[in-house]
């Protein structure tokens, strides 16, 4: 036996397992696709049909005559998410700039104060808001799925993130900055903010899914369909007759795609975040 | 700075060295307007809301008719006149104690499995991860599809082998146990991903040296590894249990609090109280317990992790 098969053969057990665990995670993706290009005829049908015969691309065509507004939704969850993401990454990186390499008094206890706010929940800051949102006329308008959460508990973990960042930065950079005039502003646009990249990425990726997800604040705040996002959208698939399978998994696997796509590319760079964030 | 203070302005070269200087006085000023987007959010977003969510326990607040100042009541009825926020308190804990033991464990095991140089590993661990960046929606209703009663795909594999399937989402007691079930793997690859950074830290040092001294695998595993990334497990703990004691979107979208109360759990109690019969100063109260809860454990894992870092030290 070459050493190659014995490696194998020895790690069999590790491969039983993983495989094992990838599958029970990776089924409902290939279930989800699947169903959705089957006939409507063949979702129940007994035993279950494994692969969809024949295939109906054209259930997805259906998702968008059926649910005209689908790709309203669409663009709903996605103009929201890259707004909240641009936002809470360019006023984090601000305030983490200034926290880090600003001189100005009460500065660490402002950023400690700051802090405390991350673990503040949504949940319960929804309902006076939820109160005031309605006064000012803001419920049932975009303005609470983008702002709050911008400025909210998700930036305050922004600005940590972005502190730490800057704080590694040498201070000769920022130095030499400054005796070459520039203002603080500068320092920041010009040098700091594209320094960042990495720590931003990591950022932009996990405000993005964070928005994208938002279930709870679209269901509190919006009533009007035309201004559902993806996932208070995909219940309209459910009606008192009852759920047209194929189709909501059709309209399932538009709504995930873009976050498996941004994934699968930055695959990287979400795993790295993660364990970072973890560690530190 | 007395030096290049006391220079006449006019001076090129001295000039150029004051610059820092005089924007050392706006700087300041510069400060305070980089942070005050993320300020302003703090007192508009965070901090008023959450003292007006206090305040509003102590009122009968609600959409029906105008608040009044009722002291203690909101609290005394969840503690003593309201049997359904205990059974919520119940399904939440039980939630909890489900998802924490099966998450931490099956995270480490794989984190385990996967800290090892072998050809594919990198596929697995992207596998096992990538339910964490799906919408818990539709994950949710993915397995709502599986276990559907009738003709899900669970009761028809079962009814292949001659077993009827029970009725997983309507059932009392099966409800929670797949709702735990399903939030599991849509987690786990994230936990995962953590304790396999924190194997990746551990000195090779120490394993040459068990191995040097005879130590078994289960005695370096015991003696070695768990004690190296206990901070990692610590945080994870705390971390998932707070997510799980928020846990909302999945009971929302696979049992919708049912059947009966028996997934209620505080948030959709919340949700409940609040936006579907607008009691706000009674779910105020109840969130504000929960808000209770989640910062005594942030306190506890600030307090332990700041020991653990001076350890390290």
Redesign the interface.
Known sequence: MSNKQK?WLR?TP??L???A??V???F??F??VT?ALKEQTK??L???QWLPSPVQWHNFADVFKVQPQFPLYFWNSLYTSVLVTAGTCL??A??G???AK????M?NL?FL??LT?M???T?????????WFTKLQLTDTHFPLI??P????G??FG?FLLRQFFIGVPAELD?AA??D?C???TT?WRIMFPLAGPSLATLAIFTF?HS??N??DP??YISSDRLFT??VG?KLFTDTAGTE?QL??AA?VI??LP??I??FFA?KR??EG???T??K | MEYADAKPQTDPVRT?VR??NR??K???????L??S??????V???????A??FS?SFTN?SLLHDSEFIGLANYKKAFTEDPLFWQTVGHTLYFSLGLIPLNLI?AL??AV??N?K?P?IGF????????V???????S???K??FAT??G?MN??L??VGITGPAWLYNMELAMPVVIVVSV?KN???NM??F???LQ?VPKMYYEAATIDGASKRRTFFSITLPMISP?LF??LILTL?GSL?V??QI?VMTDGGPGTSTYVL?YY??QQ??KIFE?GY??AI??I??FL??VL?IIQWNLRKRWVHHEQ
């Open positions: 490696t790690n590790v491969y397992a993983l495989v665990v990838s029970l995670v990776l409902p993706f279930w989800m169903t979702i129940f007994f035993p279950p006023f984090a601000l305030a700039f200034a926290f600003l001189q100005f008094p500065r402002i104060v700051l706010g673990m503040i929940p949940e319960v800051t929804a309902i006076p808001m939820f109160n702002v709050p911008m400025l909210g508990a930036g305050m600005v130095e400054k005796i005039g203002s603080p502003w920041f899914l994208w997800d279930y709870f269901l509190i993806l996932p995909l399978w909501l998994m399932s709504a995930t976050l498996l941004v994934f695959q979400f795993i993660v364990a970072l973890g560690l | 150029a610059k820092p924007l050392n706006h700087e300041k000023w510069y400060g305070y980089f942070i987007p993320m300020v302003i959010g703090y508009v977003f965070l901090l008023i809301p959450i007006a969510a509003m607040a099956l095991g794989l499995l996967l090892r072998l594919f697995f661990r992207t596998a096992i991860f990538t339910p960046v799906t919408s818990i929606v539709v994950w209703i993915v397995w599809y599986i009738d003709n795909l028809q594999l009814k292949l793997l786990v690859g994230l991903v953590i396999l950074a924190a830290d990692s945080l994870a707070i928020k909302f979107s929302q948030v919340i949700y609040a936006f706000f779910a105020s969130a504000f929960l808000f989640v910062l942030t």
